[in-house]
């Protein structure tokens, strides 16, 4: 049996023992779970994308909103839905 060393934030892994400890499984099953899954599948085992919420020019055309709203050019009502293109 090979032994992998890795570093890991402390929340991060308090946060995942709990979770794993809820589901019934220990950090070393977990781990193991996922790089099986990994030989086996050729691939990360779930999807990886960026937040699109966060990409700039979704935070420029949020900050122009709001600049608008403080500046009294635009209003904005709890119940209207803003989407950037």
């Known amino acids: 049996m090979a032994q992998i060393s890795l570093r890991v934030d402390d929340e991060v892994k308090r946060d995942a023992e709990k979770t794993l400890d809820d589901i019934g499984l220990s950090m070393s099953a977990a781990i193991n779970i996922f790089l099986k899954t990994v030989a086996r599948e050729k691939r990360i085992p779930f999807e990886l994308s960026a937040d699109p919420f966060y990409a700039a020019g979704n935070i ?3 900050e122009n909103i709001m600049r ?5 050019k635009a209003r904005f009502a709890e119940h209207e839905l ?3 293109d």
């Open 68 to 72: 608008d709203i403080k500046t009294g």
């Open 60 to 62: 420029r055309h949020l």
């Open 82 to 84: 803003i989407e950037a």
